[in-house]
């Protein structure tokens, strides 16, 4: 990847953790990541500083036009999303996907690129709380309030700001691909790779407890082994503690079932050979542990909305673009 430009868009009333996804993510460079990395730009629509909740003010030199030049363009909310979106963020928004930027939206930043007519007739999604709002506002949107996010095409949405996390290592992903992705996400402290939708987020796996040694060493053990057959008594006894009893400190620990976890484990095992090697897909199902192909493609599917050849396919095109 050549280096990249990213535009985050600022306003008046935000708070800093929403457009600070963003600068997270695509500004900081990591000395340790042999990489290209992003070149942000934090935008507003007028020189004028805006307010920050809080007290703070935050003023920057790029205006509309740096926003709508970027590579890849992030609305990642807006103030009130029952009110109209200024002509000139519209004519901005338009401008750049016309171009061909890769268009993002996190939250409620969603009904900014529906004003603009960027998501008529695609998928998309925002905060479970918007979207019965954004479905009547846009009766042209395939509005689906249950993923953390959506990618139609150059066109990207996430449900609630944290949701902008998963997406923002998802765009990483398919630049750079998984490692630096799983690099970046080790670095942040989060998963490279969340479960679930929106309804179920509570049950996407965090990082075990540090006091929870039993849990934490079963999970290095079940990384280690990953192509076996793993099931609860197996950790159980890793850990040393009854099935019941480990089931009760695990869910505790991750805030997941074994099962769950170990899917999505397997999953961001399987991302990584699809984008780095050439091996048949039902080789790739049992490498990662799964017991038939059949149950790689259902679990894989349920995740990412895409079969593992279509992804295959994807990134490597990405990657030759």
Known sequence: MTRSTVSVLAYDGMTAFEAGIVIEVFGLTWPDIDQPWYELKVCTETPEPVRVIGGATLSTPHGLDDFAAADTVVVPSVRDPQAEISPELVAALRSAHARGARMVSICSGAFALAAAGILDGRRATTHWRYAEQLRDRYPAIDVDPEPLYV??????????????????????????????????????????????????????????????????????????????????PDLAE?????????????????????????????IQAALAMLETGDAPVEEIALAAGFATPVTFRHHFGKALRTSPSAYRRTFRARLAG
């Not at 407890?209 to 990384?223: E, F, G, H």
């Not at 890793?238 to 480990?246: F, I, K, N």
């Not at 089931?247 to 484990?265: N, S």
């Open 151 to 232: 990618d139609d095409g150059g066109v990207f949405t996430s449900a609630g700001c944290a949701a902008g996390l998963d997406l923002s290592l998802h765009l990483v992903r398919q630049d750079l691909g998984a490692a630096v992705a799983n690099a970046v996400a080790r670095r942040l402290v989060i998963q490279p790779y969340r479960t679930g939708g929106q309804a179920q987020y509570i049950e996407a796996p965090m990082p075990p407890k540090p006091d929870d040694a039993p849990v934490a060493r079963s999970i290095a053990w079940a990384l280690d082994h990953l192509a076996e057959p793993i099931g609860v």
């Open 238 to 266: 890793v850990a040393g503690l009854s099935p019941r009893t480990y089931l009760r400190h695990f869910v505790r620990a991750t805030g997941a079932t074994p099962a769950k976890w170990l899917i999505a484990q397997r």
